[in-house]
């Protein structure tokens, strides 16, 4: 059976929770997955939960990282796959990813790696943008929320600190 490449897109979860943020990443590319297989934790403003993929396969590509906020239906990553039930998810263009990643690009050593940047739940993005804040910009907040998310209750403690 010849195999072909999908576009396993961001889930939709729901008429009110159009975009998610990515939290952990469990995959890489060129990694052989099982249906079934948890390949991402996802956020959405109510709810953390593990995205599963849709098919047995191989990942090509990764087209969003932790932290990313994407809208729901956009692309996620990209799977070589025989299941022919997933032939309208085919990508269009077989070569690289929406950022120009290459498709089957090995992932980096853990020791090259960036430092992961912090991740903020929605909520706790809300407050400090409601206290006049930009979430990108504070680096001396502790994360103490779920997985080191910054949680609201993070964000109440560092206004606490400043003001006092």
Same mark, same amino acid.
């Given at each position: ?76 990553? =990209?799977?070589?796959?025989? #299941?022919?039930?997933?032939? =309208? ?21 853990? #020791? ?53």
């Amino acid at each position: 059976m010849e195999s072909f490449l999908i576009e396993v897109p961001m889930p939709s979860m729901g008429a009110t929770v159009n975009e998610l943020t990515v939290v952990t990443v469990k995959t890489a590319p060129g990694a052989t997955v099982a249906k079934g297989q948890k390949l991402a934790e996802l956020e959405s403003d109510k709810s953390i939960f593990e995205f599963e993929s849709p098919c047995d396969g191989t990942v090509r590509a990764i087209l969003a990282a932790a932290g990313e906020v994407r809208a729901s239906g956009t692309a996620f990553l =990209h799977i070589e796959t025989t #299941d022919t039930s997933l032939k =309208h998810l085919e990508a269009k263009a077989q070569g690289t990813g929406d950022r120009g990643q290459v498709t089957g690009k090995a992932a980096p050593s853990p #020791d090259t790696r960036p430092p992961s940047p912090v991740i903020w739940t929605p909520r706790a993005q809300k407050l400090a943008q409601d206290a006049g804040l930009d979430p990108a910009k504070i680096s001396d907040i502790e994360a103490t929320g779920p997985g080191g998310r910054v949680s609201g209750d993070d964000v109440t403690r560092y206004l606490a600190k400043r003001q006092g």
